[in-house]
């Protein structure tokens, strides 16, 4: 009886020295957010899909969602950013042409003969972005290119 005891006090001991509490800091962020999709496109749309980056979740965050017309080849992503614990970067408006949604939000215009994309500032401190190409971005968009109201019109329907 008495091996016992000294065995259940030696394994009290070896517990209580193993579980010492090391502070180590945990930085967590969250990655929970509700985003709006689009529920109109300017061509149909039949392949959907999302994916989100994780690449290193504490600096950057992105999500990106699909929207693909298979036999067209003509593809809408909407990529949303953000860069962790950073001051807001507005290179992203350098060298697009400015314009206003709806709701008055600044947004931004480019294109170039193979996509064409929108740009703005989103909730949350994300930077989100519609952007339209066909063939992977590998084809000029020829008479697939869209009018920019419908970019626009994207950018309005998620606000």
């Known amino acids: 009886m008495r091996s016992i005891s000294f065995v259940f006090l030696i394994l009290i001991i070896l517990i209580s020295g193993c579980s010492g509490s090391s502070q180590t800091k945990v930085r967590s962020k969250s990655m929970l957010y509700d985003f709006n999709e689009p529920f109109r496109f300017p061509f149909e749309v039949n392949e959907v899909r999302t994916e989100i980056a994780m690449d290193n979740p504490d600096s950057l965050q992105q999500y990106v969602f699909h929207y693909k017309n298979k036999q067209t080849t003509q593809e809408i992503k909407c990529i949303l950013s953000k860069v962790i614990d950073e001051p807001e970067d507005i290179s992203f408006k ?39 190409y066909i063939n992977g971005n590998r ?16 950018a309005n329907q998620v606000q």
């Open 94 to 132: 350098q060298g697009k042409q400015p314009l206003k949604l709806e709701n008055g939000k600044q947004a931004y215009y480019e294109e170039d003969e193979t996509s064409q994309s929108i740009w703005w500032e989103g909730d949350n401190g994300f930077v989100a972005r519609f952007v339209y």
């Open 139 to 154: 084809e000029q968009l020829d008479k697939y290119k869209l009018d920019k109201s419908d970019l626009i019109e994207l």
